[in-house]
């Protein structure tokens, strides 16, 4: 009689068949169990992403097709559900200013209360 260890699916817990170095017992248990350790990381990155996503929306929506430019409080893009705090690049302009991008849609704060919304690097001088 052969003396054999049955070993335990790392993610569901029932015995495992075949390989004598297998950790779970088929693909799905594998990808849970990866799913599951990975979880906080992803949920992070999501949810950032999710957040440029709705920065980009609410300054493309902004700013009509024929503009290239358009001047709006900050309070306005506030109420729109913007987060300053969320952008994709940085970029300074020849006057040392920092235009902050979400992507292809960025602003410039002119002060506290406006900044101006421009559709994408190009215009940055």
Not at 16 to 23: T, V
Not at 35 to 60: D, F, M
Not at 67 to 72: C, L, M, P, R, W
Request: proline content about 2%; hydrophobic content about 25%; overall charge positive.
């Amino acid at each position: 009689m052969e003396n054999t260890i049955q070993k335990i699916c790392t993610s569901c817990n029932k015995i495992i068949r075949g390989r004598s170095d297998k950790k779970f017992c088929n693909d799905y248990c594998r990808n849970a169990f990866n799913n599951q350790i990975k979880s906080p990381t992803n949920n992070l990155i999501r949810n950032t992403n999710n957040r440029l996503s709705k920065n980009r929306r609410i300054l493309e929506c902004i700013i009509e097709n024929e503009n290239q430019f358009i001047k709006i409080k900050n309070e306005k893009l506030l109420q729109m559900g913007f987060c300053f705090d969320y952008t994709t690049q940085i970029h300074k302009n020849k006057q040392g200013k920092n235009y902050y991008f979400c992507y292809d849609y960025g602003y410039f704060p002119i002060n506290k209360e406006w900044c101006i919304i421009i559709k994408n690097e190009t215009f940055i001088q």
